[in-house]
């Protein structure tokens, strides 16, 4: 390798951090937004490893609990996505293929901007019998399309990463264990795995998927106060079994449509989330299981070539013995100081780092370094294996804590209207507030609300366990008895 040269970022993250985040995106070579059309992301191979084992380890989750791969198309006829009443409410998002190379196409089509349209037209032709339910798949490491007219790497775009699963079952119980499995999954691969902290609501009525009974979600802050929705899972009900004719005849021989649920991990927001939550002023940090590669080797070379010889050699077998035990290990051994390599490796948020030189080889020494406190620890190079282990625990460990004390460092109460504006102009994360009504009675409060705190939406309710609300208190908006607590929040 020779000399490069990069730039680190030059932001303060709690100073401005929209700025920030571009800066990280570019200089850690996450995506590309530099050529091609607008909302249609190039992803880096950095940003995309992360990106794909957010993939893994959703697929391997939706393996466990019996759900099957499937893929469908990505052209959708457009008789399909009209079909769905509810689902008409897309179609100015929609891009439609009207052309084949200078000939018109007598029936235009649809690049899929969801699943469900194009899905269920075809499930209506799979069941017959409740024998053959239930029946769980998911789609995986597609892309869908959506007209959006302001677009930010994995925040929002035209194209974007999806994940999807579209479940089929016979009775309405099904679907409300199906939302808890969902949760559960979501539990293991964004909290356990990605180490980010969030909220899971039952959204408003008036803020449910278009066709569905019930919405749930998990909601995370970012570093801006802003409400970031990690994914969705609806409760369909039988609303789309109906529009699109998913019958199947039950046990006592009888015709019935079938109960569905569908759920959509945003692989896309997922990533925002590590970027924004974990990183700090020098660029990304990433949990130790997540990062392209896990430890950097850096040799600090003397003037003397056999001194330099036998670094190398020592770093190489080092290298070679990590990696057969599994680790994703570099070594940085290019022309640049080592100042600059440290600064570039946390940039790219690689979790450890661990430097050789001469005196440390004399002694059978190293110097473990690890991203989140950037501490140096001497330790004996026999002893590596445990004390990467370690590191590497500390490390998640360090990467947990940061984001669970940002996250409840930003939830609040209020029950006063003048007060909650504050909030929101101010700090904003999440505020807790006693609301009258999450049927769609609540929905000229909620709209006071957002007008009046530019912005802010009501969030929901707790899920599973709505939060009590006390007998004498007051909806924060229109003053009537209050029947929940709801969150408050800006959103992306
Ligand atoms: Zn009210």
Redesign the pocket.
């Given at each position: 390798m020779t000399k490069t040269d990069n730039k680190g970022i030059t932001v303060k993250k709690a100073e401005n951090f929209s700025e920030w985040y571009s800066q990280v995106i570019q200089k850690a070579k996450l995506a590309d937004i530099r050529v091609g059309v607008q909302g249609f992301l190039v992803h880096r191979p950095w940003g995309f490893r992360i990106m794909r084992r957010v993939y893994e380890y959703l697929e391997e989750e939706f393996e466990k609990t019996e759900h099957e791969p499937m893929l469908f198309p990505i052209a959708v006829k457009e008789e399909s996505l009209m079909k769905e009443e509810e689902h008409a409410g897309f179609s100015p998002e929609v891009f439609w293929v009207t052309h084949a190379g200078t000939r018109k196409l007598e029936e235009r089509f649809a690049l899929r901007p969801t699943g469900e349209t194009q899905i269920y037209p075809v499930y209506s032709k799979w069941f017959r019998s409740y024998n053959e339910l239930p029946f769980k798949a998911y789609q995986s490491r597609h892309t869908v399309f959506r007209n959006e007219m302001t677009t930010r790497p994995f925040l929002r775009g035209r194209e974007f990463a999806f994940f999807e699963s579209h479940n089929v079952f016979s009775t309405h119980k099904e679907c409300l264990a199906q939302i808890d499995e969902d949760m559960d999954i979501l539990n293991k691969v964004v909290k356990d795995k990605c180490k980010i902290p969030f909220f899971y609501f039952q959204r408003p009525q008036w803020d449910k998927f278009k066709g569905a009974d019930n919405t749930f979600t998990p909601d995370t802050l970012m570093p801006d106060g802003k409400r970031n929705q990690l994914a969705s899972t609806h409760d369909l009900g039988q609303n789309f079994s109906k529009a699109y004719d998913i019958q199947i005849t039950d046990k006592k021989e009888k015709q019935q449509y079938a109960w569905q649920t569908c759920f959509g991990p945003g692989i896309w927001r997922i990533m925002a989330a590590i970027i924004g939550i974990h990183g700090d002023d020098n660029g990304l940090i990433l949990p130790f299981d997540m990062a392209p590669k896990q430890i950097v080797l850096i040799p600090i070379f003397f003037k003397e070539k056999a001194e330099q010889n036998k670094v190398s050699k020592l770093l190489n077998k080092t290298k070679n013995d990590l990696t057969k035990k599994g680790y994703r290990v570099i070594i940085d051994d290019s022309e640049n100081s080592p100042g600059f390599k440290f600064n570039h490796w946390e940039l790219f948020g690689v979790p450890l780092r661990i430097e050789i030189g001469p005196r440390e080889l004399k002694d059978n020494k190293a110097t473990i370094v690890r991203r989140t406190s950037r501490d140096k620890t001497v330790i004996n190079i026999k002893d590596l294996d445990k004390s990467i282990e370690k590191e590497a625990k500390k490390l998640d460990e360090d990467i947990t804590k940061n984001a669970e004390k940002y996250f409840s460092d930003n939830v609040r109460d209020s029950n006063d209207f003048k007060d909650l504006k504050k909030i929101m102009n101010k700090n904003r994360g999440f505020v807790r507030v006693p609301?009258?009504?999450v049927d769609f009675d609540?929905e000229d409060?909620a709209d006071t609300l957002k007008a009046e705190t530019n912005g802010g939406n009501v969030c929901g309710t707790l899920f599973p366990k709505a939060e009590k609300v006390g007998p004498k208190e007051k909806?924060i908006?229109?003053g009537?008895k209050a029947h929940h607590k709801v969150y408050v929040a800006k959103s992306y």
């Open positions: 609301f009258c009504s609540g409060c909806c908006i229109c009537k």
